[in-house]
C-alpha cells in the first residue's frame, strides 16, 4: 500500500524551506500522512508553522525539542503520545558543527568541537529512538540523514565526517536493537544540497560542480527526491530495509 493516510510522522529538523526536513515533510504529506514537526528553540516556530501552514490535509502537530537535552526529549516524546497515541515513523534531519572547525584541518578539532558535534549530529539519533520506541507500537521506521564525509574524507567536512561515521555505525546498532520491536532505522546518505547547514561548510560551491563533472547522473540532486526516498523508507514499500545506508547522491559515491 502507498498510502500513508491515518499515519503520523515526526519530522525533526525544519529550519525553513530549504531544509531537507521539508522536503520529507512534503513527500509524506503527499502520501496522505498526518504530520508532527519539532523544532530546535521557539524562535524557529513560526517558520514551521507558516510552512507547515501550506500544506493539504491532515492539520499538523508542533513540539519544542532541543536535542541536547534529555529532560527536552522525554517530555516532547511523552507530549506526543498524550496528544496523539501511536506514531509510525520519524525523519531525523539534525546536525551541527562549529562553523570554524568545519574548513582547514581536521587535526585542529577542539574537544569541545568535537564533543558537541557528535552530541548533536551523533547521539541525537539514539536519544530519539529510545524516546519514540514505545510510541511506534505498530512498527515502522525511522531514517536520518548522513554524508559521505562519513565514509571518505571530503575537504573540509573534517569534525562533520567524523560524527557521521559515528551516525552511520548508529543506525546499525539501533536496527539491530529496535528490529524486534518491527522497527526499522535507515539512513539517506544526500548529495549537496543548498541549506542552511550546508552554508557553514567550506566551498560549498566546489562540491556542487564535481557532482556535475563527475557524478553517474550528472546533476546534483534535489529536496524532493531525498523525499522520497524517506517516504520509501518510511512506508511498507521498504519492510526488509533496516540498517541501510542508501545513497540518493547522483550515484556519486559509486564513481572514484
Ligand atoms: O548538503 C546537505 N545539505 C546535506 C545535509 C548533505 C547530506 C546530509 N545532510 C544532513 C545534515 O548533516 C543534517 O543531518 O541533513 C540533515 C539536515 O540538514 P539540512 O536540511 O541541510 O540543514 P538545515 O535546514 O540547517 O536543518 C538542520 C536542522 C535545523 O532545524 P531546526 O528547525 O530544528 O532548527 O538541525 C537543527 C537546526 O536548527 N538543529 C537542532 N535541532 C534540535 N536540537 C539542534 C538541536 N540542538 N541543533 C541543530
Sequence with gaps: NFSLEGRTYVVMGVANKRSIAWGIAQSLNKAGARLIFTYAAERFE??????????????SLFYECDVTNDEAIIQTFENIQKDVGVVHGLAH??????????????????????????????????????????????????????????????????????????????????????????????????????TLSAKGVGDFNKIHQVIEERAPLRRPITQEEVGDTAYFLMSDLSRGVTGEIIHVDSGFSTVA
Design 46 to 59: 513560526k517558520s514551521v508553522r507558516d510552512l507547515a501552514a501550506t500544506l493539504e490535509g491532515p492539520e
Design 93 to 194: 534531519c539534525i546536525a551541527f558543527a562549529n562553523r570554524d572547525e568545519l574548513k582547514g584541518e581536521y587535526l585542529n578539532t577542539s574537544r569541545d568541537g568535537f564533543l558537541t558535534a557528535h552530541n548533536i549530529s551523533s547521539y541525537s539519533l539514539t536519544a530519539v529512538a529510545r524516546a519514540v520506541q514505545p510510541i511506534m507500537s505498530e512498527g515502522g521506521g525511522i531514517v536520518t540523514l548522513t554524508y559521505l564525509g562519513g565514509e571518505k574524507v571530503v575537504e573540509n567536512y573534517n569534525v562533520m565526517g567524523v560524527a557521521k561515521a559515528s551516525l552511520d555505525a548508529s543506525v546499525r546498532y539501533l536496527a539491530n536493537d529496535l528490529g524486534k520491536h518491527a522497527i526499522r532505522v535507515n539512513a539517506i546518505s544526500a548529495g549537496p544540497l543548498r
